[in-house]
């Protein structure tokens, strides 16, 4: 990464500099170490986003937009999400049923694909899937695809919300407040 170090200037804006420029460097140094432990940081926190992501192959928007590269897209997240969903768990001594069938799932991803190239483009994943949850026709073609859409539009996709409320409730739950009494004066 080269800088746009340019004698006493840092993109064209006039930098004060000691003579032999050791303390920009330092600084740019430093703000490509700190601009990078973000982002790991970031990426720790946020691990299973992979999964929640491979729920977009459900929006026709996504799908491309011409019949070269159908048939290889969604195939990787779709294994993903089927490896999560469309398998026997077992936790600790229970054992939990697959959501859904795999190999049924893998032929309605296919024809979902078709369809949703010619048909659906516009439509968004909310959309389109509310009117097929409405279609008797449609319902029984893709039921599998269903319950993956039933989950992407049900689950909780950011900490926003939560890290939000635990905010406010750090502020209420202060030192000073929790000694507060109902006496005036």
């Keep these: 990464m080269s800088s746009e170090i340019r004698g006493s200037?840092?993109?064209?804006?006039d930098m004060i500099r000691d003579?032999?420029?050791?303390?920009?460097?330092?600084?740019?140094?430093?703000q490509r170490l700190y601009a990078q432990a973000v982002c790991d940081a970031l990426e720790n926190r946020f691990v299973d986003n992979d999964l929640i992501d491979c729920f977009k192959i459900l929006s026709p928007t996504n799908l491309p937009q011409r019949q070269v590269g159908l048939s290889s897209y969604g195939v990787v997240q779709l294994d993903l999400l089927l490896k999560q969903h469309g398998e026997e768990m077992r936790i600790g001594g229970t054992t939990y049923r697959p959501l859904v069938n795999a190999a049924a799932c893998k032929q309605e991803f296919f024809a979902f694909k078709v369809q949703g190239s010619c048909e659906w483009s516009d439509r968004t994943l909310e959309d389109l899937w509310t009117s097929i949850s409405w279609?008797?026709?449609?319902?029984?073609?893709?039921?599998?695809l269903l319950t993956f859409a039933?989950?992407?539009?049900?689950?909780?996709?950011s900490t926003a919300t939560c890290e939000r409320a635990f905010s406010v409730q750090n502020n209420?739950?202060?030192?000073?407040?929790?000694?507060?009494?109902?006496?005036?004066?």
Excluded at 19 to 27: F, Q, R, T
Excluded at 151 to 157: G, P, T
């Design 19 to 30: 003579p032999s420029g050791v303390d920009l460097e330092v600084a740019l140094s430093f």
């Design 150 to 157: 039933d989950i992407a539009r049900c689950q909780c996709v």
């Design 9 to 13: 200037q840092f993109h064209s804006v």
């Design 172 to 185: 209420i739950k202060q030192k000073n407040r929790n000694r507060m009494t109902t006496t005036l004066g």
């Design 135 to 144: 279609s008797p026709s449609l319902k029984l073609k893709f039921p599998n």
